[in-house]
């Protein structure tokens, strides 16, 4: 794997990607805006930064703040930071009434510096498109269209890598130059365009750019009629796959000279046409109504956002797609990823959405059987509820034939990890971080993998760096207490687990993990407490067995322990997968301990251990 892009300067090393620095090789505490700032002086290379850009960057537009002590106490916080002096400075120099600029000579490693990608390893990001509309749904409609391009683009050929849109919607507001998101997210090549509404047609134009020199390789504008959105999404990722793989076999004389064709109009055959994986929402003999799209697009929004009242209002989202188009491949799959979130995390009965989400997952690959969004789905139900472990790993490798899809290399790594496979694990979610560098789930799950393999220390760094990218995801603070538990860092593992339970509303599943941490620091009455709080919560809405069962073993009632494991057995919680890991150490001497893990057919690696 590519090493990441490092700029340096003095005795300072920027990492962008991770948004890291170090002095002399140790790590040093920065807080985001500081660090923001920082990575806007870089990007201009010792040129002159405006008061007004700083402010449009890091706060945005019309924002309501006192500009001028904003950028002072940024500003002051980085000098802090880099010890360096106002009025003798090394680094950071103001240039009166205007703004400020980087003075240290600056040096690049890493990604920048590294050998030529071969033809396999070439990559690509796409920029979420811009949408100019005040239409909140067509935002909804623009967004899912970068999707629906990068997943388009991921399946046609396996020498193109393209990076996920988690990595690539934090430049939604367009304020990083080409050059510098190609160093971040180090590819060579860009796509950015737009999106315009206009009485009931759409009209996208998108450009081709090569980073590192920001030369415009290609451009196109396509108009259709919003019905048509699907056959033009393919057209698109045909025509860009297309034309990276002309620049790849071209004289690089000729990669820089700007080249614009026109739209050959909706019955002529593209240029450069190319055999398209199948999709089937582009299928000419199942169009997708806009409506269908719009609503799948929406339910997408939706259940990004990651907690229960966003996959419930993206459950509804995907509902109306199906039923505006009941062969919408992707509206199923949508379904499918709805309901197995709401079984992995205990918001709902496993018999009550796991059979539903095997529904959903078998009805997508029936309308698509290459789609790897579908595959996906249908091996996590085999993994999570069906105890298949051979017939989920099947799965798993349909999906990753699609190269750039994360979403199944990370379940996959999961998935390995469970089945006592840490190395194989850790290279699978390694190659995830590579197809998508800023998703903090996927950061997060780096470190829980490390942490699975009992590779504390790194497992630690790692999701460190993770809360750096974003301090309030919850999974990332449960990680890290379980990491800590592990340490025997118990007052450090509370204050995470805490954090966990503040950031997620008390879900269940981090209230359990507090109760854990809790009761091994001896805090053994508000670790009752904790399981106080779950059965009250029994009482008005589902509560995983599982949840008790880390708790009742913390505190070392392991005839209780047994009691809601032997429940999660029978209930197939997925979570009951679990057991392996270091958090259950205490209870591997008992009998009973690898009788269950025997009947669920899971390897326990360190059984010899206890």
């Known amino acids: 794997m590519p090493s990441a892009l490092r700029i340096s300067f003095g005795a300072f090393e920027v990492e962008p990607a991770n948004f890291q620095l170090r002095r002399s090789g140790r790590a040093v505490r920065i807080e985001r805006i500081p660090m923001e700032l920082l990575l806007i002086l870089i990007e201009k290379e010792g040129k002159l930064v405006n008061r007004s850009e700083i402010v449009e960057r890091i706060w945005g537009k019309d924002v309501y703040l006192d500009a001028d002590s904003a950028v002072n106490t940024a500003v002051r916080k980085l000098r802090t930071v880099l010890r360096d002096n106002a009025t003798r400075p090394k680094y950071i120099e103001t240039v009166p009434a205007k703004g400020y600029r980087l003075i240290a000579p600056l040096r690049t490693s890493g990604a920048r510096a590294a050998e030529p990608m071969r033809d396999s390893q070439t990559r690509l990001a796409v920029l979420p498109l811009q949408s100019f509309s005040d239409d909140r749904k067509h935002a909804y409609f623009t967004d899912g269209t970068t999707e629906e391009i990068i997943a388009q683009l991921g399946c046609l050929h396996p020498e193109i890598g393209v990076i996920a849109r988690t990595s690539v919607m934090r430049y939604k507001d367009g304020a990083r ?28 134009t998108v450009q081709l750019i090569e980073a590192a020199t920001e030369s415009h390789l290609w451009a196109e504008s396509y108009e259709r009629p919003l019905d048509q959105i699907l056959d033009l999404q393919r057209r698109v990722a045909q025509q860009i796959s ?17 080249r614009r064709v026109s739209d050959p109009g909706e019955g002529a055959a593209a240029p450069f046409a190319l055999k398209l994986a199948p999709r089937a929402i582009a299928a000419p003999s199942a169009p997708a109504r806009a409506a269908a799209y719009e609503a799948y697009a929406t339910g997408r929004f939706f259940w990004n956002k990651k907690t ?46 796991y059979p539903k989400a095997e529904e959903a997952a078998l009805a997508a690959l029936a309308v698509d059987p290459s789609l790897a969004e579908a595959h996906t789905s249908l091996a996590d139900v085999r993994k999570g509820y069906h105890w298949d472990w051979s017939g989920a790993e099947a799965d798993y490798r349909r999906a990753i034939r699609n190269p750039s899809y994360a979403v199944a290399r990370h379940w996959y790594a999961e998935h390995l990890s469970a089945m006592g496979r840490p190395e194989e694990a850790i290279r699978e979610i390694e190659t995830a971080r590579q ?51 592990q ?70 009632d392991n005839d209780a ?13 997925m979570r009951i997968r679990e057991l392996p890991e270091p958090l259950f150490d205490r209870l591997r001497p008992d009998p009973r301990f690898g009788d269950l893990v025997s009947r669920i057919g899971l390897p326990d690696r360190h059984a010899a251990q206890a």
Not at 451 to 469: F, G, M, N, Q, V
């Open 177 to 204: 130059s080409v050059r510098q998101i190609g160093r971040e997210l180090n590819v060579q090549y860009v796509l950015e365009g737009s999106m315009r509404y206009e009485s009931g047609r759409v009209r996208v």
């Open 561 to 573: 322990a047994f009691d809601w494991l032997e429940r999660s057995y029978r209930e197939r919680v």
């Open 435 to 485: 197809l998508d560098p800023l998703s903090v789930s996927i950061n997060a799950f780096v470190g829980y993998i490390y942490y699975r393999a009992r590779r504390y220390d790194t497992a630690e760094r790692t999701l460190k760096r993770t809360i750096e990218l974003n301090p309030d995801m919850p999974i990332t603070r449960w990680f890290l207490g379980l990491v800590y538990v």
């Open 308 to 353: 229960a009242e966003g996959v419930d209002k993206s459950l509804e989202c995907f509902r109306e797609a199906v039923r505006l188009d009941d062969r919408f491949a992707l509206g199923y799959a949508g379904l499918a990823d709805a309901y197995i979130f709401l079984g992995i995390l205990g918001f709902r009965p496993p018999a009550e959405v």
């Open 242 to 258: 297309a034309r990276i793989r002309s620049e790849l076999s071209s004289n690089p004389a000729q990669n820089r000279r700007r």
């Open 487 to 556: 340490q025997a860092e118990m007052e450090h593992a509370v204050r995470e687990f805490a954090a966990a339970v503040q950031l997620s509303g008390s879900a269940p599943v981090h209230l359990a993990a507090l109760g854990f941490g809790l009761s091994r620091s001896g805090k053994l009455a508000e670790a009752q407490n904790v399981l106080k709080r779950l059965d009250e919560t029994r009482a008005t809405r589902y509560v995983s067995p599982f949840d008790f069962a880390v708790v009742h073993t913390g505190v070392g």
